[in-house]
């Protein structure tokens, strides 16, 4: 049987006659195990209490306190208790060895000691102990496992319940507004949708703009100091040429000369972050804008680039399909009069729409397919023949649709995507906005196989509210 463990074999002997203890230890010494030794009960218990013994041989008879008393004592000390026990004793009478094991001992070992009979019980011993550690290890993970499911358990049913109460009270609400919603459904959407979205982004950049306003308006007087304070070393440089040797290994230990060119290199990226910063804090106010009573003149770049900003997570690469390239070619248009905020709603419908034009077809094409394609998006700005208009293009290389689907896209709930993820509403939506709202005109080019642009026509201004 063999005895396997992390931590090492300790196994004390105590027996009041050298010779015995000289024995066993050389009956049990070619077997990697430690040998501790005792000449009596009390040392026997000293040695028991520190050194922590994987099993004890103990002999029965000793002067002072006995072999029993000994046991009984162990056994009764929460350090030592679950240390196993094995009597070694000359006494052939049952009644003896019945009163140890009823003292806790697990086994007995009769003199004179037959070798092959000792390594055996001890190594049985051992095992068993292991295996009780080992057991009682597992029976500590297990109870934490069970009371952690325990507290999950609870903790889901009542995340269970309260979301029961909210979706009951979320439903009581939703039948009382259901005729007012399925009445205005989209301008609820339109309304609903930018609204998230713009108070969202309205957030994070008001949240930037604070610490943005603050680090930009330190960079320059800390730009100045650090310059001012260059300046000084330089001047004590002239000064005193000879600085002196702990100042000398003080300068080539803190590399000077890299540290002042280094500085200002990272002066100079600081700078340019912080305009990255506030170039991203602009386009996500510019996106956020709401919409007032009346139309305000309005840069559709502007609109355009921070509708791409909040979408940029979109076009990364991912699992399916490399990155969507963006390809924007702007003309030097006007400001036109318009509601913004719907404005954005608008180039924010057709780029997600060519986004997920886009992924579908990766997911439909093979793996080395959708790996090699190139996936664009093209965005083009420019002013239309009469110049009283302004035209908008979005286009993307995607599946393109039937010439049967383009006469119906811009009904009220049809939608080609799968259930879940097209509501129908996205195209009647920007249908509503360009046409009832601002008088313009929206037009879809497409062919199967090739792509899909969409052509928006606003006017610069327009009497329509």
């Known amino acids: 049987m063999s005895v396997s463990c992390d931590k090492p074999v300790r196994i004390l002997l105590v027996d009041d006659k050298p010779t015995n203890l000289k024995m066993l230890s050389d009956v049990l010494k070619g077997n990697d195990w430690t040998m501790l030794v005792a000449t009596d009960g009390v040392s026997a218990i000293e040695q028991a209490q520190y050194a922590q013994p994987s099993l004890i041989l103990l002999d029965v008879m000793m002067p002072g306190i006995d072999g029993f008393e000994t046991c009984q004592r162990l056994k009764t000390n929460a350090k030592t208790k679950a240390i196993p026990i094995i009597f070694m004793t000359a006494l052939s009478n049952s009644d003896y060895k019945v009163r140890g094991l009823e003292m806790g001992a697990v086994d007995y070992i009769t003199k004179p000691f037959q070798q092959k009979e000792v390594i055996a019980r001890v190594k049985l011993h051992l095992h068993l102990k292991f295996l009780a550690q080992e057991l009682e290890e597992k029976n500590k993970l297990l109870t934490q496992e069970i009371t952690e499911k325990t507290v999950a358990e609870s903790r889901l049913q009542q995340l269970a319940q309260e979301l029961e109460h909210r979706v009951e009270q979320r439903t009581a609400e939703l039948s009382d507004s259901l005729n007012k919603l399925q009445q205005a459904q989209l301008q609820l959407v339109q309304s609903e949708k930018m609204s998230a979205l713009g108070n969202l982004v309205a957030g994070i950049a008001h949240e930037l703009n604070n610490p943005i306003s603050f680090l930009q308006g330190n960079l320059g007087p800390l730009q100045e100091y650090i310059q001012d304070l260059l300046a000084l070393v330089e001047a004590y440089q002239k000064t005193f040429p000879e600085p002196g040797q702990a100042i000398q290994e003080q300068i080539e230990t803190i590399e000077w000369d890299f540290l002042r060119q280094d500085l200002e290199k990272i002066l100079s990226s600081w700078f340019t972050g912080m305009e990255r910063i506030h170039n991203i804090s602009d386009s996500l106010r510019t996106f956020s804008r709401a919409d007032k009573e009346h139309k305000v003149l309005f840069n559709v770049h502007e609109g355009l680039d921070s509708t791409l900003l909040i979408l940029r997570h979109r076009l990364k690469a991912n699992e399916t399909r490399p990155e969507i390239e963006v390809k924007r070619h702007y003309q030097?248009?006007?400001?036109?009069?318009?509601?913004?905020?719907?404005?954005?709603?608008?180039?924010?419908?057709?780029?997600?729409?060519?986004?997920?034009?886009?992924?579908?077809?990766?997911?439909?094409?093979?793996?080395?397919?959708?790996?090699?394609?190139?996936?664009?998006?093209?965005?083009?700005?420019?002013?239309?023949?009469?110049?009283?208009?302004?035209?908008?293009?979005?286009?993307?290389?995607?599946?393109?649709?039937?010439?049967?689907?383009?006469?119906?896209?811009?009904?009220?709930l049809f939608t080609t995507k799968e259930v879940g993820r097209g509501t129908g509403l996205g195209l009647a939506i920007v249908w509503q906005i360009v046409v009832d709202k601002h008088g313009g005109s929206i037009d879809v080019t497409s062919t199967l196989g090739q792509g899909t642009c969409f052509t928006l026509m606003l006017p610069l201004q327009s009497g329509i509210i």
């Open 332 to 412: 030097n248009i006007p400001e036109i009069e318009c509601f913004a905020g719907q404005l954005n709603q608008v180039f924010m419908n057709l780029l997600a729409n060519a986004i997920d034009t886009l992924d579908d077809v990766n997911q439909s094409s093979s793996c080395d397919m959708g790996q090699s394609r190139v996936n664009l998006i093209t965005v083009s700005t420019g002013l239309a023949v009469n110049s009283n208009n302004i035209v908008i293009k979005i286009e993307d290389n995607g599946a393109g649709m039937d010439e049967a689907i383009k006469p119906r896209i811009f009904d009220h």
